[in-house]
Every structure is written in C-alpha cells, then in structure tokens.
C-alpha cells in the first residue's frame, strides 16, 4: 500500500514561512487529488489545499492567496508552501491522497505558531 512521508514542520513565528513536503512511495496518478487537511486542538479536520491534473487547485478560503500547494509528479511528492502564518492557523497538518479508491493519509506535521 502507498505510504505517504512527510517533512517540514517545526516552530514558526507568528507572520513566518514554512513548507511542507510529502512524498508518496508509490506513483500517484496526476488526475488523482493530493492535498492537505489539518486539524487544529479540539476541531475537526479540515481540507487546506488540493491539487490534481486538469483542476485548479483548491484551497480553503482562510488561506486562499497565502498557501501555495504544487506537485512534482516525477518526486511523487506534493509541496504546501505556507506564507504569513497566523497564530490560529496551529494544526497538525496531514498529507492526503485517495489511491485505488482508497485514502491514505500521512502521519501528520506539526506546525505551532508562536505569537
């Protein structure tokens, strides 16, 4: 089965830059989603981005104009590229992708954002 690694979290301040990466084991088809959900202490998962052939991405509106995700198909691997984080936006942020109708998740980054 497909595993999904992730890196990139750790501390950022408040206003900071961080990127996030994962990398799928196996090829993941370009017309299948990859993306990024995260859940923040005591509120459900969310989808923060998304990206997939043929698609613009995705994002959720709160993040819309300071995230950026790409993909690199021959990496297998998609990016989340986090500008101007706001305190609220502290989550464990977790890798996605739906494969053989399947989903798989990563095991999750944590992102703190120090005020």
């Known amino acids: 089965q497909v595993q999904l690694v992730q890196s990139g979290g750790g501390l950022v301040p408040a206003g900071g830059s961080l990127t996030l990466s994962c990398a799928a084991s196996e090829t993941i088809f370009s017309s299948n989603w990859m993306g990024w959900y995260r859940q923040a202490p005591g509120r459900q998962r969310e989808l923060v981005a998304r990206?997939?052939?043929?698609?613009?991405?995705d994002y959720l509106v709160s993040v819309y104009g300071r995230f950026t995700i790409s993909r690199d198909n021959a990496k297998k691997t998609v990016y989340l590229q986090m500008n101007r984080l706001e305190p609220d936006y502290t989550a464990v942020y977790y890798c996605?992708?739906?494969?053989?109708?399947?989903?798989?998740w990563g095991p999750g980054n944590q992102v703190p954002l120090s005020s």
């Open positions: 990206i997939r052939r043929g698609r613009d991405p």
């Open positions: 996605h992708t739906r494969h053989w109708g399947i989903d798989r």
